[in-house]
């Protein structure tokens, strides 16, 4: 088992920044790839981001790109994912994920263990 508990979330204006941060405890988190994912009130929940877990690559969905960065911190057992730029449309609850399954970044169903989720708002 991986717990993994979010924090960082907020109430931001349109072209700030936030910082989430997800600490995991439980199985060593070294050996597992991560990934944030977001839902939005209404809508599925969505890739952002994952980063590997040995030469830390990373992965971003295209809507992100250039905006968000993911980074961990292996000593930490923390996976991180910076937000600059912020736009209204980037309001959901995010979490952070274990993968588990082959593929990388995979999709939601690739991830086995998941946060509580920590709620972003981004206001106009």
């Known amino acids: 088992q991986v717990q993994l508990v979010e924090s960082g979330g907020g109430l931001v204006q349109a072209g700030g920044s936030l910082r989430l941060s997800c600490a995991a405890s439980?199985?060593?988190?070294?050996?597992?790839?991560m990934g944030w994912f977001r839902q939005a009130p209404g809508k599925e929940r969505e890739f952002v981001a994952a980063?590997?877990?040995?030469?830390?690559?990373?992965y971003y969905v295209d809507f992100v790109k250039g905006r968000f960065i993911i980074s961990r911190d292996n000593a930490k057992n923390t996976v991180y994912l910076q937000m600059n730029s912020l736009k209204p449309e980037d309001t959901a609850v995010y979490y952070c994920a274990a993968h588990t399954g082959t593929v990388l970044p995979g999709t939601a169903s690739d991830y086995g263990y998941w946060g509580q989720g920590t709620q972003v708002i981004i206001s106009s």
């Open positions: 439980g199985r060593t988190f070294s050996n597992y790839h």
């Open positions: 980063i590997g877990r040995t030469f830390f690559r990373t």
